[in-house]
């Protein structure tokens, strides 16, 4: 079996040609153009269906979306002001029609959560949080070896915790929100007003692990914004394991033990007993993986009620 998948996020649009043991025949990547509104995006991933399926004869297509989504019908319930103009798509219906081929959506996040569960950092385990740091921030949570999505599709929505009471405000249209402060949109807008324009995250994270120390203190910031919401979400949820995902998440060792210890800081000893934080394994790759696995999952699903 051969998969399109594609990963819809603020910024870039990923897509690949995945097989059903997870690996990739090719991938690449276009700019997002979120501005341009909910159907041009629509118009965009159509047309990266045309391009894979010209290289790769497919067995069907799976979507990671943003926003929240109802991975019944595949259809975007709600989107922030990210992803103008998205709210309501029928996207799971609209790609089958302009493909003749099976389709199913997910929200990115549980799909990054479902890849390293399948082939990546939470292997074996049946519990645990994962969070991608990105554009904004997004949680997904696996209990007794199963995703939780919640009532109305909508559960992991972390990047919405209050963090600031009347701080800066969000797309959501609320204000103080968890992603405004410790995202890698919200540490990237910091880096450019103290450093000015033109320093990306890889350079700055170089002068950090240098020992710059301007650098290093606005990273001791962002980090207790981080790990402060973090400590919300141990004492609430108790995992064994945090999965951490996004482009971030390629500082590997050094942010994994920065989290840590500022986390093991800030939470009770019970809590802090056997928690592990791990970064994912694909990078940004783990949302694609996802896809094509929650694909195999629905249409094996499907196979079996039938």
């Known amino acids: ?39 041009a995006l629509v118009a965009k991933v159509q047309r990266l269906c045309d391009e894979l399926m010209g290289k790769v004869q497919l067995d069907g297509i799976s979507i990671s979306s943003a926003g929240q989504i109802d991975n019944v019908n595949g259809r975007v319930v709600f989107a922030t002001d990210t992803l103008p103009g998205y709210t309501g798509t029928e996207l799971a219906q609209r790609i089958s029609a302009h493909t003749g081929l099976p389709a199913y ?23 645990f949080l994962c969070v991608t740091i990105g554009t904004g921030i997004g949680g997904a949570l696996f209990l007794n070896g199963e995703l939780y999505t919640g009532s109305h599709f909508s559960a992991g929505e972390i990047g919405h915790i209050n963090l600031y009471p009347n701080g800066t405000l969000c797309t959501c249209g609320q204000s103080g929100c968890y992603e405004q402060y410790a ?88 809590h802090r007993q056997s928690l592990q934080i791990k970064m994912a394994e694909h990078d940004n790759k783990s949302n694609l993986l996802g896809a094509a696995k929650n694909f195999l999952d629905k249409s094996g699903m499907e196979q079996v009620s039938n």
């Open 105 to 127: 959506v997910e929200n990115d996040v549980n799909c990054t959560a479902l890849g390293e569960y399948w082939k990546g950092a939470a292997r074996g385990t049946r519990d």
């Open 183 to 270: 995202s890698s949109l919200a540490l990237q807008r910091r880096v450019t007003e103290q450093f000015g324009e033109g320093w990306e995250l890889k350079a700055y994270f170089e002068q950090v692990k240098a020992g710059n120390r301007e650098a290093v203190q606005l990273f001791e910031h962002w980090l207790d914004d981080l790990t402060t919401g973090l400590q919300t979400l141990v004492h609430l949820l108790n995992p064994e394991l945090i999965v951490i995902g996004g482009g971030i998440s390629a500082q590997g060792d050094f942010l994994q033990q920065t989290v840590l210890s500022s986390l093991e800081n800030k939470i009770m000893p019970n």
């Open 1 to 39: 079996m051969q998969l399109g998948v594609i990963d819809i996020g603020g910024t870039f649009v990923k897509y690949a040609a995945v097989d059903e043991e997870g690996a990739f025949l090719f991938h690449g990547s276009v700019p997002t153009e979120a501005a341009k509104g909910g159907e």
